[in-house]
């Protein structure tokens, strides 16, 4: 009976024991992501799939070092449904000093379990915009306002923030630092670095997740994978520009000489990227008027005698439209300079010296097939009463002439009859009938 009393005394401490753990133990990794530059397709993907292994793998929660100035409202959304169905704590962080949380990002920040900033930082400005930059069309500019007003009052809400000022950063743009924002309760705390935001957030109580438990020294990094890097160097507006240039060259040049195949595929792919890329772009719609009206002014100048007009008129085209291709208000870039000049002179160029070459071979006397013989000499090899044989380029022809010619006597040939070559006497530079002695 004691036997049996020690072997269950032992089996029940033995469940103790391994119900037990160190303290540590129960610590998850903390995961860590930078999402930088525009919102896009490439940026909400990528957090997407951070999110999944972040929850896959265990980590305890998952930092985003965010710095946008926004972008796109589909992308964003999609970011802000990814953090919303995320089973561990999202936090977002606003950092470095500098950066920022515009227009998309003031909803991505405020969608997060927890919301961070650092010092030196700034968030809001949310006002929906066009793809080129602008403000909207009166009625439409309305329904989209009201409906990302309603979005982001949505957001607010399901996180306990404040909803009026979230209004006012799509309807007034308005932007806050990250010292007003705490004190407005739009974030929910300040910390000069990541090491200083684990420490704050390790033990913090998540509505609907829980307190987080991390060990604030097991840190992993998630790196962009090779598709995300592409898809977003695809987003440089100077990436696209080239891009553009490069595609229309090609299709220029398969304009210009039909069958080549090469440049007009080149081209043609070179157009598909720029054109992606100018979906998270501030294009301009003149820029690329201006940019396809120097492309039809290089056409013409294959086709019209302008005597360079025409050329002179693609390359301002081409100078204007590069300029005012990219909106460079509200803090968005343009076109780099050092960019743009070097690019306008080799493609500009590459247009003018094609239209030039394919203008000078329709109006040049062919130099080849029959076309090519009239006009050239030869020396008669058999007496011409009136046909015999002549002697042009060193190839023996059959001739004919309306008068006699003899053997030695140099020729101009004014015809061609199929393999018969219509011919007259020479005239020398005195006047007279050109005859060897």
Known sequence: MRKRSFTVSLFVALLLLLSMRPVDAGSAPVYLVRITGAISPANADFLDSSIHRANTEGAGCLIVMLDTPGGLAESMRKMVMAIYESRIPVVVFVAPSGARAASAGVMITMAADVAAMAPGTHIGAAHPVNAGGKDLGETMAEKITNDMVAFVKSIAEKRERNIEWAEKAVRESVSVTETEALEKRIIDLVARDVDDLVVQINSLDIKGKGPVDIDPANRIWIAESMRTRILKALSDPNIAYILMMIGLAGLYFELSHPGVILPGVIGSIALILAFYSFQTLPVNIAGVLLILLALIFFIM?????????????????????????????????????????????????????????????????????????????????????????????????????????????????????????????????????????
Request: charged share 15%.
């Open 301 to 437: 100048e294959m086709k019209i005698a302008s005597y360079g007009l025409l050329s002179v008129a693609g390359l301002i085209s081409l100078l204007l439209g590069s300029v005012m291709l990219f909106e460079r208000s509200g803090g968005r870039i343009g076109i780099s300079w050092t960019v743009m000049l070097p690019t306008i002179s080799l493609v500009g160029g590459f247009f003018v010296v094609v239209a030039g070459l394919v203008f000078r071979s329709r109006i040049r006397r062919p130099m080849t097939g029959e076309s090519g013989l009239i006009g050239e000499t030869g020396v008669v090899k058999t007496p011409l009463t009136p046909t015999g044989r002549i002697q042009v380029h060193g190839e023996l022809w059959l001739a004919r002439s309306r008068m006699p010619l003899n053997a030695g006597q140099r020729v101009r040939v004014t015809a061609v009859d199929g393999l018969t070559l219509e011919v007259e006497p020479e005239v020398s530079a005195a006047g007279s009938k050109g005859i060897t002695p």
